[in-house]
C-alpha cells in the first residue's frame, strides 16, 4: 500500500502522508502465528487536509489515491467508520471490476469530506493460493487555515421545577449557551464562551459544565470544527462562566 508523492505539491504546505505497519502484522485467525502463511491485518495512519471545495466538483481538492500493489483477484471491500469526515471507494471499470493502472497497482480513492478523526478499512479476501489481507488505517483530515470559520452563538432558558411556568422563586433554571461553527473545513481557535446571568439567580453548587456535540471538541482548548457545538449548561448562576475550547468542521 502507498500514497505517491504529488509533483506538483505546493512544498510550502503540509501534505498528505500515509503510514503502514508492515512489521506487526495481526494474524485474523486467533491463536494463530502472525509469522506464518495466512489472513493477516496491517495497521496504520492516513493523514489529509480539506482544501477548499471548487464551487460545482463532485470531491474535494484534497482527495487522494491509495495505491494497492496485489496479485490476487480477490474481492476487495473499503468501508468507514464515519462517512462524514472521508467517503472511500476503490477505482472501477463499467463492469465494476477493480482498475489497475500501468503498474498492476489497485487504486483506492479517498475523498475528504469534513474535520476529524475516522477509521477506513480495506480488505481483500482471500483467493486461490493468495490469502485475505486487511489494512486498517486511523484517518485524520486536517482543517486549511485558508478557510474562515463561521462562529454562532445560541442560548436557551429551561425552567426544570415548573417547566409550564409561570417561574417562581427558588425554581431551578438551567442556561445553555451552545458554540458552533458553520464553515466546512475550518478551525476556529481561541474560543472562550462567556455567559453572564441575572444577577437575582445564584450559583447551584457545581453544576456548571460543557459538553460536546456532534463532531467534538479538537485538542485542549481553542479551537472549534465545523459541525462541531460546545455547550457549557448551567442550572442557575450568577456573573459569568468562561469555556474555552477548539471547535472544527
Known sequence: MDLPADPD???????????TDYDNPEADKPGADPAKPGDKTYHGSLNLIYEK???????N???VDIKIKTPSSGAITVTTADGTIVEA???????????RDDDGNITVRVNPEGVGKTELVIKQE???????TTWDLDVTVGANPKIAPAPKLAKKAENLTHP?????????I??????????????????VVTDPLPAC????????????????????????????????????ATGSRAVPSKIAT
Not at 9 to 15: E, T
Not at 126 to 132: D, L, M, R, S, V
Not at 174 to 191: F, H, I, M, P, Q
Request: glycine letters at 18%; charged letters at 20%; zero cysteines.
Open 201 to 236: 439567580l445564584e450559583l447551584a453548587g457545581a453544576s456548571v459544565g460543557a459538553s460536546v456535540g456532534s463532531t467534538g471538541v479538537v485538542g485542549s482548548a481553542g479551537s472549534v470544527r465545523p459541525g462541531s457545538e460546545v455547550s457549557p449548561g448551567s442550572s442557575g
Open 174 to 191: 438551567r442556561y445553555t449557551v451552545t458554540a458552533s461553527n458553520g464553515a466546512k473545513g475550518s478551525l476556529w481557535t481561541d474560543v
Open 126 to 132: 482471500p483467493n486461490g493460493a493468495y490469502t485475505g
Open 164 to 172: 409550564d411556568g409561570p417561574t417562581q422563586p427558588g425554581d431551578r
Open 61 to 63: 481538492p484534497g482527495a
Open 89 to 99: 471507494e476503490v477505482v472501477t471499470d463499467e463492469n465494476g471490476n477493480p482498475v
Open 9 to 19: 505539491a505546493d512544498p510550502d504546505k503540509s501534505q498528505p502522508s500515509l503510514d
Open 53 to 59: 471545495p471548487t464551487p460545482g466538483a463532485d470531491e
